[in-house]
């Protein structure tokens, strides 16, 4: 059974006796966004935060509190503005591992504020997904309710985690599944809006104070999971290699950190803003594709251009082709 409650005292923002590590939601803090600060799309937006629609209409964005109105020491939140609310409308977390979370008591904690749906509240729930394909729900510790106002509150639920006995086969996608949304089969349309920061999940039945972390320190987890290069200047370098013949390359990025598994590649819309350059000359890049993965600190990519030109087994680099304006080059390796 789960118990909530809510916490008027929203201040001691300290870790509570140095213990870190023990907040197993990343980007709790809504400090990191690598993907941009403003969302209409279906998908996901702050880092390990998903944007779910349902058939609703939202603009998710990330938010600075104004000086001096600062909530438990958070510098960010996470705004959900919903102009058309629909069933299951909400806000979606992952966290990797199904087992990462023990049998016994657990708590999950939040900063919120805003509006309501039209049914009067949202749904919090977790659930234990041990494999996604074929998907296997095997038990959800927690569903309740949460009512907003327009202040800052805390609230705290502290449920029970069954045992593992009845899990079946787990493999690499299992995960936690939170979701914070309008709750199932309420339909109305009307528009809410939900505030929300310091979002925490951890062992046992005590709400510590929020697990606040460096920004470094947040980036590095969230880049387990997404990695997104951007022009630092005019030609950036993305990637290095060597000519396949006269219209491919493959080119490596040597990635920041050992991501989740082996990532999908993403990149901005146009494809004329990259080029190769082989020291004989730039090549307008046409295609940018998966390549094979030796291990997952590397991104392998095969770049094919157009017009031929370059030699085969020259070195190489990928680079933006002057233009700089929304160019990126991505990889993701979300649950």
């Not at 977790?126 to 494999?131: Q, V």
């Not at 690499?172 to 914070?180: D, F």
């Not at 990532?263 to 998966?290: C, K, M």
Request: with cysteine; proline share 3%.
């Amino acid at each position: 059974m789960s118990r909530a409650r809510e916490i008027a005292d929203l201040g001691g923002s300290a870790d509570a006796g140095g213990i870190t590590g023990r907040n197993l939601v990343i980007n709790g803090a809504m400090k990191v966004s690598q993907r941009g600060t403003s969302f209409t799309a279906q998908g996901y937006s702050l880092d390990r935060w998903y944007h779910q629609l349902s058939g609703g209409t939202s603009t998710t964005t990330q938010e600075t509190f104004s000086l001096g109105s600062e909530v438990a020491g958070f510098s960010k939140y996470l705004k959900q503005a919903t102009s058309t609310g629909n069933n299951y409308c909400g806000l979606l977390y992952k966290v990797e591992d199904v087992k990462s979370l023990p049998e016994g008591k657990a708590t999950f904690s939040f900063y919120a504020k805003g509006t309501n749906p039209a049914g009067g509240s949202y749904t919090v729930r977790l659930a234990r997904i041990s494999r996604v394909s074929p998907y296997s729900t095997d038990s959800t510790p927690l569903s309740s309710t949460v009512t907003l106002t327009s202040s800052w509150q805390r609230f705290v639920y502290t449920f029970d985690v069954p045992s593992f006995s009845g899990l079946g086969t787990v493999d690499n996608t299992s995960h936690l599944y939170i979701s914070i949304h309008q709750a199932d089969g309420d339909t109305g349309t009307a528009a809410w809006e939900l505030n929300l920061t310091g979002v925490q999940l951890e062992v046992g039945q005590t709400a510590t104070p929020f697990e606040h972390e460096d920004f470094g320190t947040t980036l590095a987890k969230c880049q387990r999971y997404y990695v997104k290069f951007e022009p630092q200047g005019s030609y950036t370098n993305y990637a290095f290699g060597s000519v396949t013949n006269g219209t491919t390359a493959e080119v490596h990025a040597s990635l920041p950190v050992t991501m989740r598994d082996e990532p999908v590649i993403e990149t901005s819309a146009t494809l004329g803003n990259f080029r190769t350059w082989d020291g004989g000359g730039g090549y307008t890049v046409t295609s940018i594709n998966q390549g094979n993965y030796s291990n997952l600190n590397v991104g392998s990519i095969n770049v094919g251009c157009s017009g031929g030109g370059m030699t085969t087994g020259r070195a190489v680099k990928l680079q933006d082709n002057g233009v700089q304006t929304g160019n990126f080059i991505a990889f993701k390796a979300e649950l």
